[in-house]
């Protein structure tokens, strides 16, 4: 007997193949603003929805990195970069459109690893394509900004 196939189930996104530093950079530009709740930084295609964000909420004392992508109870968020690689839970933004967001001290030394990584750093969560993105100035701004 054939197993009876489900077409309505997600079918899991094609990753990228080979050493994270080889894949190629997701297409986009940083943009960097300040706002009442602190500061952010935007990466992604012009005119479009952003596919990664940082935030500084100041009143939180808090980071908050998001991607585009909506994920499922118990997702993680891995973040890599030349110096080292670290896990997050994962959680959906519930906004529209979807964004898969973590939380993190403006402290963790993840985020210092990735301003200084080579020039990129990867993005890797449960159930959604993994990304590399440009290790740009305005991430590193982001997070000075909440370190003062």
């Not at 079918?11 to 602190?38: C, F, H, L, M, S």
């Not at 973590?102 to 993005?123: H, N, V, W």
Request: hydrophobic share 35%.
């Amino acid at each position: 007997m054939k197993p009876v196939s489900n077409p309505a189930a997600p079918q899991p996104p094609a990753q990228p193949q080979g050493n994270w530093t080889d894949w190629p950079i997701t297409t986009g530009d940083w943009v960097y603003r300040k706002d009442e709740r602190g500061s952010l930084a935007l990466f992604g295609a012009t005119d479009e929805p952003a596919t990664v964000m940082i935030r500084c909420d100041r009143p939180r004392g808090q980071i908050f990195l998001s991607r585009a992508g909506a994920v499922g109870n118990g997702a993680k968020m891995v973040l890599r970069a030349s110096a080292g690689l670290q896990s997050y839970p994962a959680k959906s933004s519930g906004g529209t459109p979807p964004y898969a967001a973590i939380s993190i001290s403006p402290g963790d030394i993840m985020l210092d690893r990735i301003a200084y990584s080579r020039g990129r750093f990867a993005i890797e969560t449960t159930g959604l394509k993994s990304i590399a993105v440009p290790a740009w100035p305005q991430f590193s701004r982001v997070v000075e900004d909440c370190r003062r």
